[in-house]
């Protein structure tokens, strides 16, 4: 089990807080207005680039001034396996992954049709994500210019309490597990792409019997935005 921010769990705990005395926190108090924006006519290469450096899975996608949609590392992951067809030669694939690179960013997404009010609630905002398992939504007016972007982590950890205060009082090196290395007796993919650019290193795992609360605190602490659900002796649950 992989513990995510969009997990139905987490939905469920979202719901259970809507039921609280306290009011529900409103999407413009969490808006990130301090953001990467790409262009539609950026090529993938160029946005998957940014991506990595900023160190976010997705960003909003202009045309000009305006809001055209946003690309998602989904989005990317898509435009490759819809392009490279199983069992390509070798030669093939890299002219393939060559014209991949090229394209513009407007080929691989469709333009926005989720927003959401600044004056919505976290709740709101969750439902929206999940009914269209989405990881962000742009924040805007029904009729104004683009606010910011809000992501389910953000939601996530605002409704669980989880600020950055809490998150820094956690040493989440007591919550990693480190993987068995090449020679023990372990599986590892023979496939080379996947042997050479998977998370070798420690890895943030939570444990089953976590609150909510817990879970996110390490996911925070460790700035990651999902974990491995380990038991006591190590065995994946």
């Known amino acids: 089990v992989v513990l995510s921010p969009m997990s139905s769990s987490l939905?469920?705990?979202l719901q259970a807080f809507a039921l609280a005395p306290a009011p529900i926190p409103l999407v413009k108090s969490f808006i990130s207005s301090s953001m990467l924006s790409l262009d539609s006519e950026d090529t993938l290469q160029d946005a998957a680039r940014l991506l990595r450096r900023a160190r976010i899975t997705?960003?909003?996608?202009?045309e000009g001034?305006?809001?055209y949609g946003i690309l998602s590392r989904n989005d990317l992951l898509r435009s490759i396996v819809d392009r490279v067809p199983t069992g390509m030669e070798p030669a093939e694939m890299d002219e393939k992954?060559?014209?991949i690179q090229k394209l513009a960013v407007w080929e691989v997404i469709f333009p926005t049709k989720y927003t959401i009010p600044p004056t919505a609630s976290l709740l709101d905002a969750a439902r929206v994500m999940a009914d269209k398992k989405l990881n962000r939504l742009i924040v805007k007016p029904k009729y104004g210019p683009m606010l910011g972007i809000i992501t389910s982590t953000d939601v996530v950890f605002a409704v669980l309490g989880c600020?950055?205060?809490s998150a820094q009082a956690v040493d989440a090196m007591q919550f990693m597990y480190s993987p068995c290395e090449e020679s023990e007796d372990c599986s590892i993919s023979s496939n080379p792409p996947v042997h050479e650019h998977m998370t070798r290193t420690e890895i943030s795992c939570v444990a089953p019997d976590m609150s909510l609360f817990d879970a996110a605190t390490v996911l925070r602490?460790?700035?990651v935005t999902g974990a491995p659900v380990?038991?006591?002796?190590?065995?994946?649950?």
């Open 11 to 13: 939905l469920l705990a």
């Open 58 to 62: 997705g960003a909003p996608v202009q």
């Open 65 to 67: 001034s305006s809001l």
């Open 97 to 99: 992954v060559t014209e």
């Open 163 to 165: 600020d950055a205060v």
């Open 221 to 223: 602490a460790a700035h």
């Open 230 to 237: 380990m038991s006591s002796d190590d065995t994946l649950v």
